[in-house]
């Protein structure tokens, strides 16, 4: 068996190469299909929708935005293992150790901590595999409904702890509700 007629997918499809005849070389019939099918579409339902004015309905299971926990007296979670960046398959986390001063025990909980956490949105999936390998409790995907933010720079949506660690206020409020139950 020749090279030329070996096909691995069975798919392969024989281009000829005959001459046009007079009414393909005028290219009438091409665009008046072309234009026959943009026309069915036009009074179609649109699949698309106009992203971030509009925004799909999400499951009730749904879960998007990271957030890096803290504990009930405000402290961070994170112990910048590397757990999470190991186990995600986009490869979109990133982070910088640091040890623990005495004097920031009221910062973080652990004696080592993440002075760089980021996660990069553009490669992210939000497949959760971060917060099912994350020990110490601290990275979940929140049930917020916003998902990424659109915008023009790549930069952009490079999420630092800035936009990562959850809000002190927010760490407060949970404790109280803890502190209630
Ligand atoms: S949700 Fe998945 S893809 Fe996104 S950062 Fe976590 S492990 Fe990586
Ligand atoms: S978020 Fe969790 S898994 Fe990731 S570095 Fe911090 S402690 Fe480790």
Same mark, same amino acid.
């Given at each position: 068996?020749?090279?030329?007629?070996?096909?691995l997918?069975?798919?392969?499809?024989?281009?000829?190469?005959?001459?046009?005849?007079?009414?393909?070389? @005028?290219? &009438?019939?091409?665009?008046?299909?072309?234009?026959? $099918?943009?026309?069915?579409?036009?009074?179609?339902?649109?699949?698309?929708?106009?992203?971030?004015?509009?925004?799909?309905?999400?499951?009730?299971?749904?879960?998007?935005?990271?957030? &890096?926990?803290?504990? #009930?007296?405000?402290? #961070?979670?994170?112990?910048?293992?590397?757990l999470?960046? @190991?186990?995600?398959?986009?490869?979109? $986390?990133?982070?910088?150790?640091? #040890?623990?001063?005495?004097?920031?025990?009221?910062?973080?909980?652990?004696?080592k901590?993440?002075?760089?956490?980021?996660?990069?949105?553009?490669?992210? $999936? /939000? !497949?959760?595999?971060?917060?099912?390998? !994350? =020990?110490?409790?601290a990275?979940?995907?929140?049930i917020?409904?916003?998902?990424? =933010?659109?915008?023009?720079?790549?930069?952009? /949506?490079?999420?630092?702890?800035?936009?990562?660690v959850?809000p @002190?206020?927010?760490?407060?409020?949970?404790?109280?509700?803890?502190?209630?139950?």
């Amino acid at each position: 068996m020749s090279i030329e007629t070996i096909s691995l997918s069975g798919r392969k499809k024989v281009v000829s190469n005959k001459e046009m005849t007079f009414w393909e070389r @005028l290219y &009438l019939v091409a665009i008046v299909k072309g234009l026959w $099918i943009t026309l069915q579409h036009l009074f179609k339902r649109k699949v698309t929708i106009h992203y971030p004015e509009q925004v799909r309905e999400r499951s009730v299971v749904y879960r998007g935005q990271h957030m &890096l926990k803290r504990d #009930e007296q405000g402290r #961070e979670n994170c112990t910048a293992c590397g757990l999470c960046a @190991l186990s995600c398959p986009a490869e979109a $986390i990133t982070m910088k150790a640091e #040890e623990r001063k005495p004097d920031e025990k009221h910062l973080y909980r652990e004696e080592k901590y993440a002075s760089i956490y980021e996660i990069n949105m553009l490669r992210c $999936i /939000f !497949c959760g595999l971060c917060e099912e390998a !994350c =020990p110490k409790d601290a990275i979940y995907l929140t049930i917020s409904k916003e998902l990424v =933010p659109s915008n023009y720079d790549r930069e952009d /949506f490079i999420f630092g702890k800035d936009r990562l660690v959850m809000p @002190l206020e927010m760490a407060m409020k949970n404790a109280q509700l803890k502190n209630a139950n």
